[in-house]
C-alpha cells in the first residue's frame, strides 16, 4: 500500500514563525501536491511537483513556498505565517503516468496560527 | 476552464435508507471523475473512479456512481447506508495533471 506520511499532525505557531510542513511518501510517485482544505471551501492547490528541484504553483500560492530536493520528500514552507493559513493543510502524491491514477492522501496537518 | 459542484454541503440520513450525493462538473475537455471520502481527523481515501467505459462504476463500501455526460454529472449513490458511513465525501475531477474538487458534502447518518 501507498503511504503519505506527514511529519505532524498538529501545530500551534505565532505570527510571524516560519513554518516547515514535511511529507515523505514511499512509493515512488513522481508527483506530489499540497493542498489546503478549509471549511465550504473543499481542497485548493497550493503547489504541485512533477519532478525533483521541479515545482508548479497551484490556484493559492501566496505565501507558500514549496521544496523538493529527493523524489520522496515534498515541503511547504511558510516563511512568514498569518493568521489567515490557520487551515488543514493535506499532501499527496500520484503516479507519473497520464492522468488516470488517483491521488493518495496522508492524514493532514492542521495548524493553527495566533 | 475546470469546476466541481456539489449540490449538498449537508445530507441527513437513516440508517438503512438510501442516499445519493450530487456532483456537477465544468470542463472544457474530457476529464476523468473520483470520489474520495475522507473520515474525522483523517486524509482522503479513494472511493471510485471513473476513466473510461461502463458509466456505472462501482466502488468500496457499496458505492457506486453514474457518469452522466449530456448532463456533466457523476453522483454517488449507496442502497442502504450505514453509521460508519457518516464521512465527508468530495467530488473531484482530473483533466491534466491537476485534481479540482468540490466543496464536499457532509453525510450524517442517524440510527
Known amino acids: 500500500d501507498v503511504k503519505v506520511t506527514q511529519s505532524s499532525r498538529y501545530l500551534v505557531k505565532r505570527t510571524g514563525e516560519k513554518v516547515f510542513l514535511e511529507c515523505v511518501q514511499d512509493m515512488d510517485h513522481e508527483n506530489m501536491f499540497w493542498y489546503r482544505q478549509d471549511p465550504g471551501l473543499g481542497l485548493r492547490l497550493i503547489y504541485f511537483?512533477?519532478?525533483?528541484?521541479?515545482?508548479e504553483k497551484g490556484d493559492i500560492p501566496e505565501g507558500y513556498s514549496v521544496s523538493r530536493e529527493k523524489k520522496e520528500r515534498f515541503s511547504l514552507i511558510l516563511e512568514s505565517a498569518s493568521t489567515n493559513q490557520t487551515s488543514m493543510y493535506l499532501c499527496?502524491?500520484?503516479?507519473?503516468?497520464?492522468?488516470?491514477?488517483?491521488?493518495?492522501f496522508g492524514e493532514g496537518s492542521r495548524l493553527t496560527v495566533l | 476552464a475546470q469546476s466541481v459542484t456539489q449540490l449538498d454541503s449537508q445530507v441527513p440520513v437513516f440508517e438503512e435508507a438510501p442516499v445519493e450525493l450530487r456532483c456537477n462538473y465544468s470542463?472544457?475537455?474530457?476529464?476523468?471523475l473520483f470520489w474520495y471520502v475522507q473520515y474525522p481527523n483523517q486524509g482522503l481515501q479513494l472511493l471510485l473512479k471513473?476513466?473510461?467505459?461502463?458509466?456505472l462504476v462501482k466502488g468500496i463500501n457499496g458505492f457506486e456512481a453514474e457518469f452522466n455526460k449530456s448532463q456533466t454529472s457523476f453522483h454517488l449513490r449507496k442502497p442502504s447506508v450505514h453509521i460508519s458511513d457518516t464521512a465527508e465525501y468530495f467530488c473531484?475531477?482530473?483533466?491534466?495533471?491537476?485534481?479540482?474538487f468540490g466543496s464536499g458534502t457532509k453525510l450524517n447518518v442517524k440510527p
Open positions: 499527496a502524491s500520484r503516479e507519473g503516468q497520464g492522468n488516470t491514477g488517483e491521488l493518495f
Open positions: 471513473y476513466l473510461s467505459g461502463s458509466t
Open positions: 473531484a475531477v482530473n483533466p491534466f495533471n491537476k485534481f479540482y
Open positions: 470542463s472544457s475537455v474530457s476529464v476523468y
Open positions: 511537483s512533477y519532478d525533483v528541484k521541479m515545482k
